[in-house]
């Protein structure tokens, strides 16, 4: 079974009570997520945070604190995957779809519809941003 490191950025705009959310495409469906991807080769966590966010939202982020970290076993992929959600914040860029192939649209997303959409996470990415000073562990399962 392969591990697999993947990051998240969690990007909370306080003014307008909204998060940064992407859509994925998965073939001929698609899916809100974070903003974030897989760790490469000899690059840190933080690294690839940042690398990940630039890419698919076109802006620069600085990397704070760890709000989540999840755990799931992807058997049919054959892949043992550790999620690490940092909290962030944008320093610069601005939005910018650069990955059309992999990503269909970048929104600046209500906490009630993000929820939805991060069911993997209980209370959802709400519950993140109460708890935005400690790190639970989550194991999603296989």
Known sequence: MKRMDVVYAFIYDENQDKVLMVKNRRGSSFEYTLPGG?????ETLEQAAIRETKEETGFHIE????LA?????????GHHAIFFTFLARIT?????LSRPEEIADI???DLDEAD?????LPGG?????????????MFQGK
């Open 107 to 109: 929104s600046w997303m």
């Open 92 to 96: 610069g860029g601005e939005m910018n």
């Open 63 to 66: 990397v704070g604190s760890i």
């Open 116 to 120: 939805q959409w991060m069911p993997y």
């Open 38 to 42: 897989a760790v490469e080769e000899r």
């Open 69 to 77: 970290v999840n755990e799931a076993i992807f058997e049919k992929r």
């Open 125 to 137: 990415v709400s519950k993140l941003l109460k708890n935005k000073y400690s790190a639970p562990y």
